[in-house]
């Protein structure tokens, strides 16, 4: 049985829809077989010790010893298999209660019948048999003991035993067992919806908790719960995944020394709530603390964020303004730019036009085209400034991109091999993003790559947990003080270039959590396209 799941009894045979929880069952099965023991051992001892005027077994002494001594001997018996559970539950309380009718009402037939006042006893049995039993079962057992009444009574009027009492006595204690036996019923019935409401609630609790802590397991932002001596009661796997630990400490200065002063600092200056904290290996995170009223108890939340995350925000903020700003930048230009460029070419169609001058045409055609595609490269920093991810599978993504793009790359997909080291890789990126970001590093590739002296290399394959694309080409390779500014607005070290192609392909990838970076690979170019990994699921707030 799962932990916390309380198995339900159901021992009438003919109410199948009333339960008692196990529990509770044994619980009350052990009360009233101390109840019989304790009754049983009344019996004999009231009997044999003669406390003052009594009618125990003034009828008849031997039937009574018998009926006493055999009760107190099964209460006995039944005491540690009750204790123990050795026999089923229903089996045992349906045996108790049966037993006391028979042998209460042979005390009371052998103490002067329903005057000696022992009958009052199956009172309690029945009222017993409605909690323990329940259902209609609880009406059997009023009905068997009102008969047994009945039929002791008309045993003593035809044997003229003792002067018997009216039959109306009989009746009105046959009536109060079913009385008693409806109200049990009608208890025991309340107290069944009781304890099933209790039930839903503890499910809905349960449920709700561990949607919760599932929640809490799954949230991009990392989570961590400090009490007031600065142990760790709570954290989250991406605090762990962002502070590279693999389990979680017991305190707070095991989790991260920075991470511990920096939580000192904002204690003792509560309205500095925010810090960013520089990690081992050039890792950067910020963090936000705030306190949380539990019970009276004192406790700290941390919410911790990777500054990619952050960046990343600001990266989409920054574009979105870009965007703007490119709209209007392509209406005032690219106008006067159209005139321009039309005016040198009448100007370089005019009969007579000295060579000097013809050069001077070219030039002015040239440099036209140059900054309209100046004006088109920001552009696309504009056209989709959101990001829309969505989950890709790269061996058919990649795969389709590379038969689709012979014509994007001026014929020469065929100077590409697509390799994947590991397979059934996904990434969450959107696709026209990415799309654009290849688009620039294989046009970059077939440039400066010199493809002539081999193919360009696709590789595809999984680095730290996460899709990885690497475009490796033959070329000499960037020198240190260019790398430093690969990846800057309108950098290039070739005339025709805009400078934007890297930097539009690093603003995407940040759009979209991931990172493109620049290695050497054996000698050769290596552009490193890290991507977000599908298969970890987190929810972004």
Known sequence: MPPGQTHTYYPCPFSRGYGIPERQAWLMLKIFAIYRFMAGSLFVMLFYLRFGTSTLGTY????????????????????????????????????????D????????????????????????????????????????????????????????????????????????LGISFFSIAFLSVILAQRAEQSAILAQQQAQTIARLEGLNRYIIQ????????V?????????????????DLADIPPTLADLAAPLQEAFGLWRDNPEQDFAILHLSGDREIQVRFSVLSMDGEALYLLIIEDIALYNQRLQQSKLASL?????????????????ISHAGQLLSEAPGLPAQEVRLTEIIQNHCQRVNCIIEDILKLSRRHFSHKQKINLDAW????????????????????????????????????????????CANALQYGRPEAGKIRVVVDLVDEQPTIKVIDNGPGIGGEHLTHLFEPFFTTSHKGTGLGLYISKALAELNQADLGYVQDGGKSCFVLALANAENTVIEI
């Open 60 to 99: 008849d002494n031997t039937l009574y010893q018998f009926a006493s001594l055999g009760y107190l001997a099964i209460s006995v018996v039944a005491a540690p298999i009750t204790l123990r559970h050795r026999f089923g539950y229903a089996m045992l309380a349906q045996m108790f209660i049966f037993t």
């Open 101 to 172: 009718i028979v042998f209460i009402t042979l005390m009371m037939h052998a103490s002067g019948g329903i005057a000696s006042g022992i009958g009052m006893l199956l009172a309690i049995s029945i009222a017993a048999g409605g909690l323990l039993i329940g259902g209609r079962c609880a009406i059997l057992f009023a009905a068997l003991a009102s008969l047994a009444v009945l039929a002791e009574q008309v045993y003593a009027i035809q044997t003229r035993s003792f002067e018997p009492v009216t039959l109306t006595y009989s009746g009105m």
């Open 218 to 225: 799954h949230l991009q932002s990392g989570i961590l719960i």
């Open 227 to 243: 009490d007031g001596e600065r142990m760790l009661q709570l954290a989250n796997q991406s605090a762990l995944r962002l502070l």
């Open 323 to 339: 965007g703007r700003l490119t709209a209007s930048i392509a209406h005032e230009i690219r106008n006067p730019l159209s005139a």
């Open 398 to 441: 990649l795969t389709a991109y590379f038969s689709e793009q012979k014509f994007d790359l001026g014929g020469r997909a065929d100077a590409f091999a697509l390799a994947f080291v590991r397979t059934g890789l996904t990434a969450c990126i959107d696709d026209g993003h990415l799309k654009q970001i290849l688009d620039n590093l």
